[in-house]
């Protein structure tokens, strides 16, 4: 049990814990910001040691200092993309770098849309991304469920196949993948993008470890009740692998948006192409035109920038809990 | 990895008993439910990726003709890799990089352990600064970087002019070409690196920095007889991760630089050489064999790094 425990930790904790994202107690799975109780908790620690020893306050400061200097600037790359995006082609040439624009351009924003592809790529975007998720996550629990708690004939040697393939880079599978879709006539198409990706061998472990991490009782209390596994997975489990749905959710969101060698294969026109796609090509087409090119870009990355920071915890956690990217 | 290994035996046994119990109670009804569950998944990981993996190899013996076929011709692909002169140079740059990307590490480390000191203000929006180019979009991200380092009127050649020196035209000059790449890849990973170090960090006993405080250990003295020790397996975590990812470089290179750069042949990853022999030379024999050497470069330093972790990493 102990070594199950371990490598379901996070899953564990946010069973007794109930919500693991706003639960101050537990590291594991809240590296984001405190909560208000948790920061009067961290306040009146800091504030023993403040009182057992005198000198903390200066270092403090220099901790500060560091963190808010390394801080600008690791976000001063989204500043700068930022103002060149609402400043003129000129403005963005000109030798001391403009701070701010003189006018405003706002229409670069709407100029994106009329000089490249951005309204299907986005829409390229949006649907790969929906239909991952949504693919993934049905797969994936369902059959990280049976593996977690269901016995089933060749169920270990399956399991380290497919474990072992988590291990192995994506440059071993792209050629046959590529060669798959191709047949299929699936080449610029939404679902020559999504097909390979809808199954993840990393999905399913993820989710049989939130799994495994679950409760025997609740599942042994619907069977008594003369409930079928269908109905004891998505009635009763399901909802307990909550906070590992979003995990997987979340990473799926970000690998789908962000990718880009599968779709750079499998897409050849610009109106089938998703946004990563989009903008990689785009450099050479408007190379110049460096205003659209970052308002281009700031849009692409607005959707995952909005979300991140609506759920920051969720991201955090999810991410840090998968370990990969 | 030892969770991982152990956990089907002690779980297997825990579920026969279940079983057990089941026959006796309901009928064997439970049959061929599983397999409901998990065909639609194995299936497709069957075929999009396990089938890939043999048909790759089998790849990597064979030679593409210009209008389709295969033709097998045994180990040529391997000795032609092992003449091609810009493959130890795409391994060079791809080390380059990882070492370059690795050095985020003891950055995050010392980050960390700000941000995670106990009752420490905005400790929250540091998290957020820092964690916000790793999941941007690296074909967006890599735009942004090629206008900061754009020769002429970039803000970083602007910066150097300030102190008279003339700055390169970075993306486009073999060596700093490679190194403005790597910087961004050190950036974008940056804020991983800290959430997985800082989670790590959380779960150091407090009392052990108190003990050492009592003991009049100082600050930076607890940061190396305490912290460093402690945190080694997150950092080793991290370490692995880092270097598997750093030699699947393709992104950021391919969106800084473009396919039409002069100085690509001197600046390209492994996987670049790949993607570009498989899908723009259209030599996918020569592209399969490639891929195997990216396979068994990632398994060897992956295992080296597994057989020295005794000598480094603390396991309480």
């Not at chain 1, 281009?296 to 990217?325: D, E, N, T, Y």
């Not at chain 2, 119990?21 to 194995?42: D, H, I, M, N, Q």
């Not at chain 2, 790949?274 to 030599?283: E, G, M, R, T, V």
Request: aromatic share 12%; net charge positive.
């Amino acid at each position: 049990m102990s070594e199950s425990m371990l490598s379901t930790k996070s899953g564990v904790d946010s069973r007794r814990s109930g919500a693991a994202v706003t639960s101050p107690s537990q590291a594991g799975g809240k590296p984001s910001g405190p909560a208000g109780r948790d920061r009067k908790s961290r306040g009146a620690e800091g504030a023993r040691r403040h009182g057992t020893k005198g000198g903390k306050q200066g270092s403090n400061v220099l901790a500060h200092c560091v963190l808010s200097i390394g801080g600008l600037a690791m976000i001063s790359p989204l500043l700068y993309q930022i103002v060149m995006s609402l400043s003129t082609n000129a403005e963005v040439q000109s030798t001391p770098p403009t701070l701010w624009p003189g006018v405003v351009q706002w229409s670069n924003f709407a100029d994106v849309f009329t000089s490249m592809n951005f309204g299907s790529q986005l829409w390229v975007t949006v649907a790969i991304t929906v239909v991952r998720v949504i693919g993934q996550v049905l797969l994936c629990s369902m059959a990280g469920y049976a593996f977690a708690r269901m016995q089933f004939r060749f169920k270990g040697p399956i399991l380290a196949i497919v474990l072992s393939i988590i291990m192995v880079p994506s440059q071993l599978f792209l050629i046959p993948q590529y060669q798959i879709i191709q047949n299929l006539g699936w080449l610029n198409s939404i679902a020559g993008i999504v097909a390979p990706g809808i199954f993840s061998a990393f999905g399913l472990f993820l989710m049989r470890q939130f799994f495994m991490g679950l409760p025997d009782e609740l599942e042994d209390a619907a069977r008594l009740d003369g409930a079928n596994p269908f109905q004891i997975f998505f009635r009763v489990m399901l909802p307990l692998a909550a906070n590992g749905l979003w995990a997987l959710v979340i990473i799926t969101v970000l690998w789908s948006w962000n990718d880009l060698l599968w779709p750079l294969v499998v897409t050849s026109t610009a109106n089938a192409a998703p946004l990563s796609v989009g903008l990689s090509n785009l450099q050479g087409e408007h190379a110049n035109n460096y205003p659209i090119l970052m308002a281009a870009s700031l849009m692409a990355m607005a959707p995952i920038l909005i979300m991140f920071l609506l759920m920051q915890k969720r991201v955090m956690a999810g991410i840090g809990r998968s370990g990969l990217k | 990895m030892k969770a991982q290994t152990l956990t089907p035996a002690s779980k297997s046994g825990r579920a026969a008993q279940a079983t057990g119990e089941r026959r006796k109670g309901k009928s064997k009804s439970v049959g061929w439910w599983p397999w409901l569950f998990v065909v639609p998944t194995v299936a497709g990981i069957g075929v999009f990726y396990l089938w890939p993996i043999v048909q790759t190899f089998y790849y990597s013996f064979t030679k593409w003709g210009v209008f389709g076929g295969t033709k097998f011709i045994g180990l040529d692909n391997y000795v032609r890799m092992f003449a091609d002169s810009t493959i130890p140079q795409s391994i060079l740059n791809t080390l380059i990089y990882t070492v370059v990307v690795l050095l985020g590490i003891p950055i995050a480390v010392i980050l960390a352990s700000l941000i995670e000191r106990p009752g420490l203000r905005f400790a929250a929006l540091y998290r957020t600064l820092y964690f916000i180019p790793y999941i941007t979009m690296p074909a967006a991200v890599g735009i942004v970087w090629r206008l900061i380092y754009n020769g002429d009127f970039g803000p970083i050649n602007w910066f150097l002019g300030l102190f008279g020196i003339q700055g390169p035209y970075w993306t486009s000059t073999p060596g700093f070409a490679l190194l403005a790449v790597a910087t961004v890849g050190l950036w974008m990973s940056l804020g991983f690196n800290l959430i997985i170090i800082s989670a790590g960090l959380r779960e150091i006993p407090r009392e052990l920095f108190e003990a050492a405080e009592m003991d009049g250990a100082s600050r930076v003295r607890q940061f190396f007889s305490i912290t460093v020790p402690l945190l080694t397996p997150s950092i080793f975590f991290v370490t692995i991760v880092t270097v598997i990812s750093g030699f699947q470089l393709f992104d950021l290179l391919y969106v800084m630089m473009g396919k039409a750069n002069l100085a690509m042949p001197q600046t390209q990853s492994l996987v670049y050489i790949f993607y570009n022999q498989a899908f723009l030379q259209n030599d996918k024999g020569y592209a399969a064999a490639i891929g195997i050497l990216i396979l068994v470069i990632i398994a060897l330093l992956t295992a080296f790094q597994f057989r020295i972790q005794k000598r480094w990493v603390n396991y309480v």
